[in-house]
């Protein structure tokens, strides 16, 4: 069964960075895509990003021109980097994989177990 391992999250002021990244172990076949999503408390969990195995990205408009979403085919990696991070950024952050766009971007797939960030003063 896919493992998934999330890393990075933390503390971090308005307009601060953050990269988080999520290794996909127990896999013997390639994993064609990768995604995160994030909850917030009191909020439904939503699409933040996801990536292709050839590269295609899309983002979820509250994080376009910030989040950069990037993997490593080869370490069963994909990243996320978040830029000029704002307070409504804080939420738990998941990695999510799934063999389409489809299984990734309606949240079904394998998760991980998720990683804290939170942008305060």
């Known amino acids: 069964q896919l493992l998934l391992t999330e890393s990075g999250g933390g503390l971090v002021q308005p307009g601060g960075s953050l990269r988080l990244s999520c290794e996909a172990t127990r896999s013997s076949s390639s994993i064609n895509v990768m995604g995160w999503h994030r909850q917030a408390p009191g909020k439904q969990r939503e699409l933040v990003a996801w990536?292709?195995?050839?590269?295609?990205?899309e983002y979820a408009d509250s994080v376009k021109g910030r989040f950069t979403i990037s993997r490593d085919n080869a370490k069963k990696t994909v990243f996320l980097r978040m830029n000029s991070l704002k307070p409504e950024d804080t939420a738990v952050y998941y990695c999510?994989?799934?063999?389409?766009?489809?299984?990734?971007?309606?949240?079904?797939?394998?998760w991980g177990l998720g990683t804290q960030v939170t942008v305060s003063s």
């Open positions: 999510n994989a799934g063999m389409t766009i489809a299984t990734v971007s309606r949240g079904l797939g394998s």
């Open positions: 990536i292709t195995s050839d590269g295609s990205t």
